[in-house]
């Protein structure tokens, strides 16, 4: 029988000290990082004081260690040989995450938002179609989508939450496949804002950043 996966929340980065979480998540929006394969969770805490005032963050180390060094979401292969355990494990565990902040800490705020990149970001879509009401935005940069079925995309293509969509048209990780997947996914199953990037190639521009920023400041501070 395989581990569980888990969320080690010792190393989770908090944009606030943690003496000060049952107060700020009681007001404030969530937004959940995700990194990308190999990374750790200090790769995206530098975007958290360029995203709107008001947010407190909370950077997440994957479940899974490299060999080579890093950690990552799932095994190599989801973009080519998804099968709906590689993404539904580690999401799972973000759920339990959640959970626990909310035993320890109480209500996560008026919202909690999931932002990921490229592994993070496929998480961030594999999250919204296990829990579709759990989450009140998205940011999905760099990033891809299981192709299978679950059974709540219906529940999903329903509600319809706010989504950011940003990448780069050459980049050079995230297959053609996967582009014509989510191109065809992801409008049918969220209220997309879609931004394409020139030369960032699978990385994070600080244009986009700010874009994110503007999405955000509307999708969730304005609703």
Do not use: C
């Not at 950077?59 to 292969?77: E, N």
């Amino acid at each position: 029988m395989n581990t569980p996966l888990t969320i080690q929340p010792e190393f989770t980065q908090w944009s606030v000290p943690r003496a000060a979480l049952g107060a700020e998540l009681a007001k404030s929006p969530l937004v959940v990082m995700m990194h990308g394969f190999g990374s750790n969770e200090k790769d995206l805490v530098a975007l958290g004081p360029l995203l709107p005032s008001g947010y407190v963050t909370a950077a997440l180390r994957a479940p899974i260690s490299m060999v080579q060094g890093g950690y990552a979401w799932q095994p190599l292969g989801g973009q080519e040989y998804p099968t709906p355990a590689m993404f539904s494990d580690p999401a799972e565990a973000v759920l339990e995450w959640l959970e626990t902040v909310e035993a320890e800490y109480g209500s996560t705020g008026t919202s909690t938002v999931l932002l990921g990149f490229s592994q993070g970001a496929a998480m961030v879509g594999h999250l919204f179609r296990i829990a579709p009401q759990r989450f009140s935005a998205g940011v999905f940069l760099s990033g891809f989508i299981g192709n299978f079925t679950v059974s709540t995309d219906v529940e999903l293509a329903k509600r319809r939450p706010p989504l950011f969509w940003g990448r780069d048209t050459s980049d050079p990780v995230i297959t053609s496949d996967s582009v014509a997947f989510a191109s065809e996914f992801l409008p049918a199953h969220f209220n997309l804002t879609e931004r394409t990037y020139r030369g960032i190639g699978h990385g994070i521009s600080r244009d986009e950043v700010e874009e994110v920023s503007a999405f955000l400041t509307d999708a969730v501070i304005a609703d």
